[in-house]
């Protein structure tokens, strides 16, 4: 088995985030069952254990109050990466914030890029997959007439491995304390 990764993650079920499913459904079928989010923390590593890593979570998200921000345009991390995403543009400062606050303690990682908020469309196998779907998305994108603004009230703990995927641990409610979820 491979090393257990993890990460904090705000799930984007706003119309936005709906519009982020289906074009990921069209370009790369086999991601289609991944949910629309931004991530807080991308996946690392923990220093402690998981139950370190939730008390510190309650306690340092227990001051933040809930925030929105706006979606920007559809880019990609060429050269970096073959990923296109929707670039968080309006209150990205507050996702950099929160991402630094919470980079600590058992959850501290140097990542090996700088952080930036946004929600990934689509990881493709390669440049010229990425390049296509690039273009797709962006002429969707600009024909997209709904509502660009994601309320960002909780976010969610997750744990993920290569043979398992991602499993949502606690959910964590902005200004207020976190509880485990319960497995049903």
Aim: aromatic share 8%; with cysteine; glycine share 8%.
């Amino acid at each position: 088995m491979g090393q257990l990764q993890y990460g904090l993650v705000a799930y984007v079920s706003d119309p936005v985030g709906q519009w982020v499913e289906q074009i990921r459904k069209e370009l790369v079928p086999s991601q289609a069952g991944s949910a629309a989010h931004i991530s807080i923390l991308p996946p690392r590593p923990l220093i402690g254990t998981e139950t370190e890593a939730i008390e510190t979570l309650g306690e340092l998200c227990r001051d933040v109050s809930a925030f929105e921000v706006a979606m920007g345009d559809v880019e990609s991390f060429a050269p970096r990466t073959p990923t296109v995403f929707v670039r968080v543009a309006h209150a990205a400062y507050r996702m950099r914030e929160l991402h630094d606050r919470l980079n600590t303690g058992s959850l501290e990682f140097e990542e090996p890029w700088p952080y930036m908020p946004h929600m990934t469309v689509a990881k493709m196998a390669d440049w010229e997959q990425a390049a296509r779907a690039l273009e797709i998305a962006q002429e969707r994108w600009a024909r997209y007439t709904g509502p660009r603004r994601v309320h960002v009230k909780e976010l969610i703990f997750v744990r993920g491995s290569q043979e398992a995927g991602w499993v949502d641990i606690a959910p964590v409610r902005l200004g207020r304390n976190l509880s485990p979820v319960l497995a049903g």
